[in-house]
């Protein structure tokens, strides 16, 4: 396999013109990163509880009491329709089940739920009855009841029944959350949000077996900031952390769902365009240029022009599909864009790969 040469980092100083201190701190420099989306759902400041209950007395005397605690009350007459309102997206999240209910009993909805799984939400389970066997405790609780309250019984018993299965459930949203954020972690880079290196190694993997199997190009494209070094040392690493956010944004606001950009480096990034021959990857990536160049980024330190070279591959060009190959064509190419420029897009040619550079370029 063929090694790229070592590309030249830093050099040129970037012109004053590029540079400017704004009259006044117009924008401030965000402290905390946007959140993903769909990460760290926040558990609802008051409790749903169903109610699930077919005697008109028991259903208003816990209503009251429910109402009277500041419980959210959603209120089933049987078993069909507690349900139907179990299956809901913001179904309950506590349920409180008279064991004999018309159509579906009590006991029966507990083995659904259990069944459903918990996914995100966990349904805390109490079982309100009038029987008290040890055999009658011992099969709700296998049926997945978390717990078992025998009618008639006295109110505070039922309020402190609630409230220990509210910090049950609290806890479990503590764990769900905790895991999203380990998963988010491992997955995104934290400044940019974009994927992180390993993760988009992982995406141009699978793109290249699909791709392979499929018998459709992948095209992949190398981008890195121009003379950063000189943002930072221009206008400090904080506003130079706002600029790289801000390429980060305006690489992928121009890309197709099924597209996929990483963070690949420091101030490098990978994009990854299945179904794009090189053609067509470098017209695209000529437009991703031109977008990170139209307009200045501002920080709270002052505005800059930032742009990008890139260097751009196919698996059609020459046939491979093998990943290191590929990441070295694309960065021999991008190599070749800061020879001849910077803040411009080169294709990979097979001389290229052979270190043979040419003047012209290939656009
Ligand atoms: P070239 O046009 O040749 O790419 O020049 P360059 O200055 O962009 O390249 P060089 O490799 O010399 O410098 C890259 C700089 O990027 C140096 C490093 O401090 C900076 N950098 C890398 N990661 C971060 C980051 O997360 N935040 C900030 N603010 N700077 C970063
Ligand atoms: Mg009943
Ligand atoms: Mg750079
Ligand atoms: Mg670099």
Redesign the pocket.
Known sequence: MTKAPQ?????MNLTQASLSRPASNRVRIPVKPPIVDGALAEPPATMKILLAEDSAVYRQLISGHLNDWGFDLVVAKDGEEAWTCLQAPDAPRLALLDWVLPQVEGIELCRRIRQAGAGTHYTYIVLLTGKDGENDLLEGMQAGADDYLVKPFNPLELKARLLAGKRILDLHQELVNGRESLRIAATYDF?TLLLNRGEILALLDRELNRGMREITPVGIILA?????????DSLG??A??IV?KEVANRLKSDLRIYDGVGRYG??EFLMILPGCDLPTTIRRAEDIRQLVAATEITTAEGTIRATV?MGVTSTQHPKTANMESLLNEADVALYRA?ENG?DRVEGCVPEAASFIFHERPIL
Request: glycine share 16%.
């Open positions: 590309r030249r980092r830093g050099g400044l890195d900031i121009d003379h950063f070094k000189n943002v930072n690493h904080l130079g952390d790289l420091g101030e070279s800061k910077r």
